[in-house]
Nanobody, 115 residues
Framework: QVQLVESGGGLVQAGGSLRLSCAVS????????MGWYRQAPGDQRELVAI???????NYRDSVKGRFTISRDNAKNTVYLQMNSLKPEDTSAYYC?????????WGQGTQVTVSS
């Protein structure tokens, strides 16, 4: 069983910062891709950032220059540093990992940015 435990969400004022963490535990094969998605009420889940096993990253345009994804392979943990947060970043953020055994999701952590 694979478990993804997210932490770091919360309420922050516009311009502030938050750091999300997602720790992966259980029986996992080497993890290839790790990523963060977000979903606001009534909207579809959208990609925020991904990072490959080799460290290559990709971001949605609206967060480029503000968000940074990183991973610690020894700890099976992925991070999302979010700076210069905007009200439109308000959403539930979900961790995702892709392994040979399957595609797994975290339970989500709420990020709320007040104006």
């Amino acid at each position: 069983q694979v478990q993804l435990v997210e932490s770091g969400g919360g309420l922050v004022q516009a311009g502030g910062s938050l750091r999300l963490s997602c720790a992966v535990s259980g029986t996992v094969s080497p993890i290839s891709r790790m990523g963060w998605y977000r979903q606001a009420p009534g909207d579809q889940r959208e990609l925020v950032a991904i990072i490959t096993a080799g460290g290559s990253t990709n971001y949605r345009d609206s967060v480029k220059g503000r968000f940074t994804i990183s991973r610690d392979n020894a700890k099976n943990t992925v991070y999302l540093q979010m700076n210069s947060l905007k009200p439109e970043d308000t959403s539930a953020y979900y961790c995702n990992v892709l392994t040979r055994l399957g595609n797994y999701w975290g339970q989500g952590t709420q990020v709320t940015v007040s104006s």
